[in-house]
């Protein structure tokens, strides 16, 4: 069983920048695959970055948002610079202990979320 915990989530400004943070606990962190979806208010949950061997991410975010992680701390981050309005969304980060990437639907567990809204 993995347990996670994330923080960081917030309201900034457009064109600002916002680091989300993930602890992991319950399983060795550096053999599962991270990833972090989002979901805005009426809009289906959409994948975003996710990390195993490589890192991945959403055509929305490439060159924008950067996923890392610090296997000392079991903590996986996400780096979000030159926010949009529509970047405004529920962040959740999720773990999947095969190698799926990019579908939700098969990460075994899951954040409570994170709010991160961008003014305009």
């Known amino acids: 069983q993995v347990q996670l915990v994330e923080s960081g989530g917030g309201l900034v400004q457009a064109g600002g920048s916002l680091r989300l943070s993930c602890s992991a606990s319950g399983r060795t962190f550096s053999s599962i695959t991270m990833g972090w979806f989002r979901q805005a208010p009426g809009k289906e949950r959409e994948f975003v970055a996710a990390?195993?061997?490589?890192?991945y991410y959403a055509d929305s975010v490439k060159g924008r948002f950067t996923i890392s992680r610090d296997n000392a701390k079991n903590t996986v981050y996400l780096q979000m610079n030159s926010l949009k309005f529509e970047d405004t969304a529920v962040y959740y980060c999720?773990?999947?202990?095969?190698?799926?990437?990019?579908?939700?639907?098969?990460?075994?567990?899951w954040g409570q979320g994170t709010q991160v809204t961008v003014s305009s």
């Open positions: 999720a773990a999947n202990t095969g190698s799926s990437i990019t579908n939700g639907r098969v990460y075994e567990y």
């Open positions: 990390i195993r061997s490589s890192t």
